[in-house]
Each structure stands twice: as structure tokens, then as C-alpha cells.
């Protein structure tokens, strides 16, 4: 059972958008700490997309962007193509565990 | 361009203990203020991060792994190691390090390691 709860799979068509949620709780994203994504593709170590709640590292499409409200933070991609078929990750800091916590990842599929 | 290059035997037996290092190369595994971190990834999806190290080689254990766990940091070899004693079953996963590039964000990781627990 992962700290933070995300939806187990999403799925969207080339050129929708589609949001992928991650709720947390009061000692880890309500406690205020930064969000940070991940893209994960078959078989590859997971990928940085979004850091400190909405920030794209260099090289990260503006299509991917990322917004955190209360105890949840949500992925959001515009312009789905199929590329982005992949495994998402959220992940922030708990105090109670005194370290980073996980989501339980998000399969998207591009219909 | 930072890249983390983890080494170590795929199959442990029960009871024994898990070894593995990742080497940095592209920056000082010193420089900054780093943590350098493992994290694993069970059968099934789930991503655990099960501990880091500062460059100062302070480490900080997850608290369901810490009886069993030692990190250490080796800066003359960039490289900083993960011991994992008494290992079962439930070990078995795909084993990351990667940076924590501050913020808390993994910035950079290794190409990961599977690691099976058998006899």
C-alpha cells in the first residue's frame, strides 16, 4: 500500500488530454512538500518530468505540466501522443517517515 | 552529464546479504549537497525509496528496512554502496540509485539492477 494514491490506469486518445492524480495527506503534500513526477517507460529506469510541484526539467515537452492543491497534486499532459504511453510516477516527503514516499504508479495507455 | 552505473550480483541467497554499489561519473559524488539514494521497485510497479547518504556520508535508513540496511559513501571511487542483511524473498526487486538533486527530486538515475533472492 503506497503513501500517496494514485489512479492505477488512465487511458486517453492521440491529441487528448488527461490528468493523473496523486492524493496524499496531511504529513506529506498538505504538510507543503514539493511533488515531483516521474515517466517510467518498459523496461528503463524512471525519468524526472515535473520537480517542485509544476517545474519541467530541461528537455521536458510543455505538453506535460503539473499543479498540487491541499494534500493533492495532479500530472496533467496536453496533445497525447503515443510516446507517452508509459508508467507515472508522484512522489514527495513524509516527516512521519522522515523520507520520500512514492505513489503506486499510473499505466497510461494512448488508445 | 551526471551518470550512476550500479553493480552487483542478480541473485542472492535467503539469509545472506545484498551488496550493491553505484558508481558516479560526470561530478563529484562530494560536490554539492547531494543525497545519494537507492531505491527499489518491487514485482508488480511499486517504487521504494529505501535509504540515502549524504557526501558527508550521513545516511538516513527507511524505517521498515533500517535493522537490516547499511549505506556507505567511498569518495575516492565516486561510488557509494548499499548492504542489505538477511534478505528474503520479499527483497526481490529491481534495484536504482539515483541523486537526490535537491528539493528532493531524483534527478539522475542508474540504469537499475534486478535482483532475485532464491536458493
Known amino acids: 500500500q503506497s503513501v500517496l494514491t494514485q489512479p492505477p490506469s488512465v487511458s486517453g486518445a492521440p491529441g487528448q488530454r488527461v490528468t493523473i492524480s496523486c492524493t496524499g495527506s496531511?504529513?506529506?503534500?498538505?504538510?507543503?512538500?514539493?511533488v515531483h513526477w516521474y515517466q517510467q517507460l518498459p523496461g528503463a529506469a524512471p525519468k524526472l518530468l515535473i520537480y517542485?510541484?509544476?517545474n519541467r526539467p530541461s528537455g521536458v515537452p510543455d505538453r506535460f505540466s503539473g499543479s498540487k492543491s491541499g494534500t493533492s497534486a495532479s500530472l496533467a499532459i496536453t496533445g497525447l501522443q503515443a510516446e507517452d504511453g508509459a508508467d507515472y510516477y508522484c512522489q514527495s516527503y513524509d516527516y512521519s517517515l522522515s523520507g520520500s514516499v512514492f505513489g503506486g504508479g499510473t499505466k497510461l495507455t494512448v488508445l | 552529464q551526471v551518470q550512476l552505473q550500479v553493480s552487483g550480483p542478480g541473485l542472492v541467497r535467503p539469509s545472506q546479504t545484498l551488496s550493491l554499489t553505484c558508481t558516479v561519473s560526470?561530478?563529484?559524488?562530494?560536490?554539492?549537497?547531494?543525497?545519494w539514494s537507492w531505491i527499489r521497485q518491487l514485482p508488480g510497479r511499486g517504487l521504494e525509496c529505501i535509504g540515502y547518504?549524504?557526501?558527508?556520508?550521513?545516511?538516513y535508513y527507511s524505517p521498515s528496512l533500517e535493522s537490516r540496511l547499511i549505506l556507505s559513501v567511498d569518495t575516492s571511487k565516486n561510488q557509494f554502496s548499499l548492504k542489505l542483511t538477511s534478505v528474503t524473498a520479499a527483497d526481490t526487486a529491481v534495484y536504482y540509485c539515483?541523486?537526490?538533486?535537491?528539493?528532493?527530486?531524483?534527478?539522475?538515475w542508474g540504469q537499475g539492477t534486478p535482483v532475485t533472492v532464491s536458493s
Open positions: 547518504i549524504s557526501y558527508t556520508g550521513t545516511p
Open positions: 560526470g561530478g563529484s559524488i562530494s560536490s554539492g549537497t547531494y543525497n
Open positions: 496531511s504529513s506529506n503534500i498538505g504538510a507543503n512538500y514539493d
Open positions: 517542485g510541484n509544476t
Open positions: 539515483a541523486r537526490d538533486g535537491g528539493g528532493g527530486a531524483f534527478d539522475y
